[in-house]
């Protein structure tokens, strides 16, 4: 079991930057491939960046490949996602995932992949 819990969501004006954060306390961070979606008012929830447990292999969506990075820092039980260059479009609630596997790959960008999720954190963009 783990608990993961975001923060660093906010208002930015287009253009900005945000680093969101996902502390995980629980059973080893390091075991769990992470990941990032992301769900805005009336939309379903979609994938936006994973990072693999092992080599910091790295997924991105299409639509913040370039702009978002993921990172992690298994010694603090932490996994991050640098925004920059944000749109109207990228506001939404950010939740942050893990998945308890030992593999890494594009079927990563599904939900169904996760077993244990975070509340989320409001990311607002004006425009």
């Known amino acids: 079991q783990v608990q993961l819990v975001e923060s660093g969501g906010g208002l930015v004006q287009a253009g900005g930057s945000l680093m969101l954060s996902c502390a995980a306390s629980g059973r080893t961070f390091s075991s769990y491939t992470m990941g990032w979606f992301r769900q805005a008012p009336g939309k379903a929830r979609e994938f936006v960046a994973a990072?693999?447990?092992?080599?910091?292999?790295?997924l991105y969506s299409d639509s913040v490949k370039g702009r978002f990075t993921i990172s992690r820092n298994n010694a603090k039980n932490t996994v991050y996602l640098q925004m920059n260059s944000l749109k109207p479009e990228d506001a939404a609630v950010y939740y942050c995932?893990?998945?308890?596997?030992?593999?890494?790959?594009?079927?990563?960008?599904?939900?169904?992949?996760?077993?244990?999720w975070g509340q989320g954190t409001q990311v607002t963009v004006s425009s």
């Open positions: 995932a893990a998945a308890d596997s030992r593999y890494f790959g594009p079927s990563y960008r599904t939900e169904g992949r996760y077993d244990y």
């Open positions: 990072i693999s447990r092992a080599d910091s292999s790295t």
